[in-house]
Nanobody, 123 residues
């Protein structure tokens, strides 16, 4: 079992930056692929970024490539989403996800999910 808790959301102006944190607890969290998803009002949940167990491989959606960076600190059991040059269309609830496989973290079928943190970007 893995428990995920997101934090760091809030209100930010367009062009600004924000860092989200996902705190993972449970058994052997360093063995899990981790990812971020988001769901905007009235829209389906979408993939944002993912990172391999050791942090040596990252994957980003085209919509955030060059603006968002995913990283992890396995010693602390945390995964970060560094969000820069934020746009109004980035407004959403952001969710952290974890799975032992890469595909579930990419396609949204991951076994473990946090409850989300709200990011609001004002234009």
């Amino acid at each position: 079992q893995v428990q995920l808790i997101e934090s760091g959301g809030g209100l930010v102006q367009a062009g600004g930056s924000l860092r989200l944190t996902c705190a993972a607890s449970g058994r052997s969290t360093w063995l899990y692929y981790m990812g971020w998803f988001r769901q905007a009002p009235g829209k389906e949940r979408e993939f944002v970024a993912a990172i391999s167990e050791g942090g040596d491989s990252t994957y980003e959606a085209d919509s955030v490539k060059g603006r968002f960076i995913i990283s992890r600190d396995n010693a602390k059991g945390t995964v970060y989403l560094h969000m820069n040059s934020l746009k109004s269309e980035d407004t959403a609830v952001y969710y952290c996800a974890a799975d032992r496989g890469l595909s579930p973290v990419l396609d949204g079928s991951a076994n473990y999910w946090g409850k989300g943190t709200l990011v609001t970007v004002s234009s």
